[in-house]
Nanobody, 125 residues
Framework: QMQLAESGGGLVQSGGSLRLSCTAPVFNFNYYDIAWFRQAPGQELEGFAC??????????KYADSVKGRFTISREDAERTVFLQMNSLKPDDTAVYYC????????????????WGRGTQVIVAS
């Protein structure tokens, strides 16, 4: 059974913004690096952002496809990781997942042991 939970997806116009949240009520969430993945229809799962735990240094990584538009952050007091998505484009349409593991292999989905069920993002043109 998955331990994470994503929220905040929806339908937005091109150029708009959304903020996704990722929480985990049943494990020591703040000590894990958290990655965001997405899967567009007919496409492979894409890892595009990761944030280290604060104990690991809190470093952030982004794929070129989202760098400058998306911002990953975490609020330990809320046991939550956020993904602020700005300047959204139609090709950002996908199901978005968060996963707990290590940013050292931040694009490799098989290295992440805890996943959410995903939240749908649709960007209309």
């Amino acid at each position: 059974q998955m331990q994470l939970a994503e929220s905040g997806g929806g339908l937005v116009q091109s150029g708009g913004s959304l903020r996704l949240s990722c929480t985990a009520p049943v494990f020591n969430f703040n000590y894990y690096d958290i990655a965001w993945f997405r899967q567009a229809p007919g496409q492979e799962l894409e890892g595009f952002a990761c944030i280290e735990s604060n104990s690991n240094g809190g470093d952030r990584k982004y794929a070129d496809s989202v760098k400058g538009r998306f911002t990953i952050s975490r609020e330990d007091a809320e046991r939550t990781v956020f993904l602020q998505m700005n300047s959204l484009k139609p090709d950002d349409t996908a199901v978005y997942y968060c996963a707990a593991g290590s940013c050292r292999s931040w694009t490799r989905a098989s290295d992440y042991g805890f996943w959410g069920r995903g939240t749908q993002v649709i960007v209309a043109s």
